[in-house]
T-cell receptor, first 115, second 112 residues
Framework: SQTIHQWPATLVQPVGSPLSLECTVEGTSNPNLYWYRQAAGRGLQLLFY??????ISSEVPQNLSASRPQDRQFILSSKKLLLSDSGFYLC??????????????FGPGTRLTVL | QKEVEQDPGPLSVPEGAIVSLNCTYSNSAFQYFMWYRQYSRKGPELLMY????GNKEDGRFTAQVDKSSKYISLFIRDSQPSDSATYLCAMSLTDSWGKLQFGAGTQVVVTP
């Protein structure tokens, strides 16, 4: 069966510090991978998605970047955090491919507070 | 204007009542419509999925899609306290690499 891991679960960081959040998927190959941010009282905002190793698409301009160094590893990074980067970060995966619809499976999330 | 509009609630109902949730959207090209349930401090999980217009029933849950009105609904019958969660609608286009557009989510509280 497939499993998705995210860590850390919670993180408190000062403004201007770097960030690295990691997501790994087990039990599947060549998944589509997604990073979302969920602010309080708001829906999920898609930040990045990846359809293969080294292939990253950004959905919104921001202070963050993403990388996919391995097939089932997705990393969200920032060089200097802003207060507005606070939120609940969710990683998700779906069966790879472009067409049709495939269910997205979400990880447990990382709650980031920037002070 | 947001592509997907959803009332954030909270929506409070007594146990056993019918919960009615809905979303409106502006992009008529959306073809896939989903409802996700999210418990506090957890990742969302898929509850219902519908392709194009029509109704779909799964146990106590019924999803409806009206593409002519750009309106989707989720009904929960015989609501239970364990149904207390945030319900997010989501939708996607064809050939979009699985990307989803989410509503803001509606917080539902079912009181015993």
């Amino acid at each position: 069966s497939q499993t998705i891991h995210q860590w850390p679960a919670t993180l408190v960081q000062p403004v201007g510090s770097p960030l690295s959040l990691e997501c790994t998927v087990e039990g599947t190959s060549n998944p589509n991978l997604y990073w979302y941010r969920q602010a309080a009282g708001r829906g999920l905002q898609l930040l990045f998605y990846s359809v293969g190793i080294g292939q990253i698409s950004s959905e919104v301009p921001q202070n963050l970047s993403a990388s996919r160094p391995q097939d089932r590893q997705f990393i969200l990074s920032s060089k200097k955090l802003l207060l507005s980067d606070s939120g609940f970060y969710l990683c998700a995966w779906s069966v790879g491919g472009r067409s049709s619809y495939n269910e997205q499976f979400f990880g447990p999330g990382t709650r980031l507070t920037v002070l | 204007q947001k592509e997907v509009e959803q009332d954030p609630g909270p929506l409070s109902v007594p146990e056993g009542a019918i919960v009615s949730l809905n979303c409106t959207y502006s992009n008529s090209a959306f073809q896939y419509f989903m409802w996700y349930r999210q418990y506090s401090r957890k990742g969302p999980e898929l509850l219902m999925y519908t392709y194009s217009s029509g109704n779909k029933e799964d146990g106590r849950f019924t999803a409806q899609v009206d593409k002519s009105s750009k309106y989707i609904s989720l009904f929960i019958r015989d609501s239970q306290p364990s149904d207390s969660a945030t319900y997010l609608c989501a939708m996607s286009l064809t050939d979009s690499w699985g990307k989803l557009q989410f509503g803001a989510g509606t917080q539902v509280v079912v009181t015993p």
